[in-house]
């Protein structure tokens, strides 16, 4: 029989290639990825490992010695070019084919770049793999002990603000511009984003919203400076870019696969499954677009857990098993003293009823609800620990929930 082929060097295929062998495929079991390491986790990356805190064995969830151990086939360095569903078989960037029985489909997303003047100037940078990050980290820290680290991030959201936050703990300038009116307003709306902005702002960090970046100037080829369209310029040692990601979706669409319209996300139509519109093909991770049964549409995240969690439902579901996928989406932050939780979803730019906090801002210790039609949809807990199992239980029951009980809660 032919291999069983995991595309992708994310956490998705390592959960996949895990769940595959705990399930008691004993076959023939290959993971695809460009990069040139093992698969690894993302989140460190902007983070611990990002200030050099930690090791690089941190962000793999499985050593190189499980995959031997274990009969799983690694090939770093290498792209999947093309898909034949119907002959089953990938072809490879440097023109070899791999046949394969099944296949899942987990390369993840692509940052998005601002076509800039200067945008090729040393100094400037995207983060998405782990060489990235040790670009970025080698730079914060020389600039930190030169004393003339000064650091530009374009972009507010999560990436953006945990860059900011570890560059601001290493004691570098940091500067934060924004396009919109709250950092983090696309995924929180302006309650919850005040409450991180007055958190960096604690921290002395500038953010600069409603602006747009019109230049990146430099001298003798390395970035000093952006400027912005209000003839505003910033002086910058080190910027970091994070607009957002594209996820990676051309090998499927040029395959024929079912695509899922912008409007509702993007990313590659599954079944509950996470099998695609070919039964033998699946897909995992960010690029997966996946129905969810609790808010009756379909929902495409590009966070740490749906990584973890569909890596594993696809392996199991490789093997057979049929039951839907039925997680809530879920991430974290972490920004100085600041950890947070957060489980569901909400359509910001649709719009919500109001957000109920229970607990304490100002000591930064609360849990917060969004609603909608009195109904809460999601819930985030900032250094409130242990209490997502019972924002589920709120989320799930689909009851309408009194202003009263979720001000109660965290009492």
């Known amino acids: 029989m032919d ?3 995991l595309v992708g060097g994310g956490l998705t295929t390592a959960r996949a290639a895990e769940a595959l062998r705990a399930g008691g495929y004993d076959g023939d079991l290959m993971v695809v990825t460009t990069e040139p390491h093992h698969p690894y ?3 460190p990356l902007s983070k611990d490992y990002l200030r050099g805190e930690s090791e690089r064995d941190v962000v793999f969830p499985l050593d190189e010695a499980w995959y031997r151990e274990h009969d799983v086939v690694v090939r770093t360095g290498e792209t999947v070019v093309g898909l034949d569903p119907a002959g089953h078989v990938l072809t490879l960037s440097d023109g070899d084919t791999l046949a394969f029985s099944k296949v899942l489909l987990a390369p993840g997303s692509t940052p998005r770049t601002l076509d800039l ?4 100037l040393a100094g400037v940078h995207y983060l998405r793999t782990i060489d990235d990050s040790d670009r970025i980290s080698s730079r914060l820290l020389e600039a930190s002990l030169e004393g003339v680290g000064r650091i530009v991030v374009i972009g507010d959201g999560w990436i953006g603000l945990e860059v900011a ?5 290493l004691g570098l300038d940091v500067t934060v511009i924004g396009d919109g009116p709250h950092p983090l307003g696309r ?3 302006a309650e919850m984003s005040d409450f991180y902005a007055g958190v960096h702002r604690e921290h002395e960090v500038r953010l600069v919203r409603s602006a747009r970046v019109t230049a990146l100037r430099g001298v003798d080829g390395r970035v000093t400076g952006v400027d912005l369209a209000d003839g505003t310029h910033l002086g910058a040692d080190v910027v970091v870019i994070g607009v957002g990601a594209t996820p990676n979706v051309g090998l499927a669409e040029a ?3 079912d695509l899922r319209p912008t409007a509702l996300g993007g990313g590659i139509v599954v079944d509950g499954t996470l099998a695609t519109s070919h039964p033998d093909i699946f897909a995992g991770g960010d690029v997966a677009s996946i129905p969810s049964a609790h808010y009756g549409r379909p929902l495409r995240v590009e966070h740490w857990a749906v990584a973890q969690e569909t890596g594993a439902h696809a392996g199991r579901a490789m093997l057979g098993a049929t039951d839907p996928y039925d997680k809530l989406p879920y991430f974290y932050s972490d920004q100085y003293d600041v950890g947070m939780e957060y489980t569901g979803w909400v ?4 719009g919500y009823d109001d957000v109920v906090v229970s607990g304490d801002a100002r000591k930064r ?3 917060a609800f969004w609603r909608v039609d009195g109904l809460v949809v999601a819930g985030m807990a900032v250094n409130v620990w242990e209490q997502m199992e019972r924002v589920e239980e709120l989320i799930r029951s689909r009851r309408k929930v009194s202003t009263a009980e979720l001000e109660g809660f965290a009492g």
Do not use: I, K, M, N
């Open 117 to 120: 003047p200067g945008g090729d």
């Open 187 to 189: 995924v929180l709306g």
């Open 3 to 5: 291999p069983y082929v």
């Open 255 to 257: 395959a024929g696969l």
């Open 365 to 367: 210790e609360f849990v």
């Open 41 to 43: 986790e993302r989140p």
């Open 347 to 350: 359509d910001v730019q649709a």
């Open 165 to 169: 936050a570890s560059a601001r703990t």
